[in-house]
Every structure is written in structure tokens, then in C-alpha cells.
């Protein structure tokens, strides 16, 4: 039995991207073994949400991800900022972290460009507090999307630090994990990369959505003017709709649309409204257990209760020994 730790940030409204992405896997692993997962609250505090919103926004991931399916009987379910032993090996991995290395990865460089006038020390250390969210767990595998790959990889040299620096074999080194397959990445509605909520409106494809609002989504969907030799390698975007296709369509859709995008008979206007139909379909079960969770405050309590309480217990073990290891010890 592994022991898997993954999280998000509680930033909004669970999208497809993160479902597919990490959440999906995290559903299939919980059944067997040793898992992890929390609303990561004290990461999103390096956009500084105000306090009202902040718990908000905890309340709706966490009602998002039980609605998908995720069982605080099998899994533990808590929140970051219940476990204030993160934050303490965040303190001690961050002694250890140097400015070159942390300066250099590539979500912190993009946060730069984005929001030139906050870039604060939180922003900088985001993967060192990631490392602590992991190895307080002394996780293997983390569940997550492809954009995670160079935070996983920080999180190895952490914990491979500390190993070579105390001369013990204590922290594993683990890994992105995505059932032995290549990492993924959700492709969103506007032609670019990714789906993601800081992409645009319109780009990302949320649970709660309603159908009509997000059939309108789909049908905007950014698209081309169509092949114009048979079996032409597919631009971006394109790629981009089949891809989204793959997630909730029939092999058979799949393969119907294929042939018509090979012969230059495909009509996008078809395709999109096929897809509009399937992701409906996909989702509208998830959307209205989401209703009736979110009002379960009963129950949303009761499961952050008993998940925090035996995150702690798995925190507080590794926290003591690891200040037995670095040579804290009581007078
Ligand atoms: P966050 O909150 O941005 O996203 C949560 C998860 O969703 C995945 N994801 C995607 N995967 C594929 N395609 C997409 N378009 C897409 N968009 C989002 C992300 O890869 C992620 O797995 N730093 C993390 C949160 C975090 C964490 C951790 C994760 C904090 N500590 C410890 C794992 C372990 C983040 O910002 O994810």
C-alpha cells in the first residue's frame, strides 16, 4: 500500500481540467491505498483573498470534490491550514531551499510576468510549501496534471536534501503520478494550451455550470475553417476539441468525427453540439449531488472534523521525528 497525497487551491469552481487532470486518479487510488487530500488554503493566501471569501471558497472545493466521488471513508479529506505541522517543515525545508533554484521555476516566472507588483516571498517559497504538503505525509505518489511536473521535481531535491543533510533515509522521493501514463493536460475552449480559471472566461468548463451555459461555452469553442486536404494533421485548436471529445464521448463519436475530419466533410458546428450533449450528460449527475452537498454544512463539518484529526496524527509523527533527526530535543 502506497501513501498518496494530492491537493488543489481553493480558487473557485472545480473545471474539467482538474477532474481529469488529478482529482480522477485520486477517485481510482482511494480504494486502495493510503490517501491524502486537502483544500490547499494556505497556498491561495499569496493572492491575499480576503477573509470572507477565503473560507467561502474552502466550502465549495470541499463540497465539489465529495460530489465527484471522493469518500472520506476511504480517503482523508482535510484542510491545509488545519495541520499547522506543514507549516513547520515548510519553515525548517525552506533553511534549505536557495533563492537560485526557487527563482527559477517556471509558475513562480509566470506569476512574475503576470502580477509584476506581488511578487512576495509566499509566491517564491510556493514549492517548498508544496515539498512540506507531501512529505508531511511521507507520500510516494502524487496525483496530479502535467503543469505540477517541476513543483514534483522540487519536492524530490527537498526531500533528497534533507536525506543527505541529517545522513538518514527518512523522507521517500515522490513522484507525479498518472497510472503509469504520460502526465496530462486538459486543453480549454479558447484555442490556447490549457484549462484553467485564470485563463479567461469561457475557457474553462466547470461542474457547476448549467447545461445551457455551458452548451454556449462548447458552441464558442474557437475552431477553424476546416481541412482542406484529406487527412491533414490537425491544428491546435482542433486537436484541442477532440481531445476534450476523448474525456466524455463514445469511441464511436470519436471515430465518426475523425473520418468526416479526414474526408473534409466535418461541419464544427455538429461536432461541438455533440460534445455539448456528452459533457452534459458527463456532468450533470456531479452538478446536482454539488447542490445538494453544499448545503449539508452537517455533514461538510463532520468530514473536515475527522479527516484534519487523522491528517494531524500522520503530521504530528513525521513533525516529531523530524526534529529528533535535525537535533531538536526537550530539556
Ligand atoms: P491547482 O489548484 O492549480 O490545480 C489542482 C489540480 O488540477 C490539475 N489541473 C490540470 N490538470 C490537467 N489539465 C489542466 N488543464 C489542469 N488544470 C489544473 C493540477 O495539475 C492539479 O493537480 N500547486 C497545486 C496545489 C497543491 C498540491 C500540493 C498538489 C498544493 N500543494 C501538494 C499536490 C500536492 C495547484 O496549484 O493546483
Redesign the pocket.
Known sequence: METI?????P?GNLHL??Y???LRNFIKLQDKHNCYFFI?DY?SLTTHPNPADLHKNVRTILSQYLACGLDPEKATIYVQSELPETAELYMFLNMNAYLGELERVTSFKDKVRQNPNNVNAGLLTYPTL?AA??IIHRATH?P?????EQ?LEMTRTFASRFNNMYKVDYFPEPVAYNFGEEL???PGLDGSG???KSEGEGNAIFFVDEPEVMKKKIMRAKTDSGPTEPNQAKPQEIENVFSLMKLVSTEDTIKFFDEKYNDCSIRYGDMKKQLAEDMIAFTTPIRERIKEVENDSEYLRRVVRHGSEKARESARKTISEVREIIGFKSF
Open positions: 497525497v494530492s491537493g488543489m487551491r480558487t481540467g482538474n481529469f487532470g488529478a490547499a497556498h508544496m504538503d507531501i502524487v496530479v496534471g502535467k503543469d505540477q513543483h496530462v493536460k486538459i490549457k484549462m484553467g
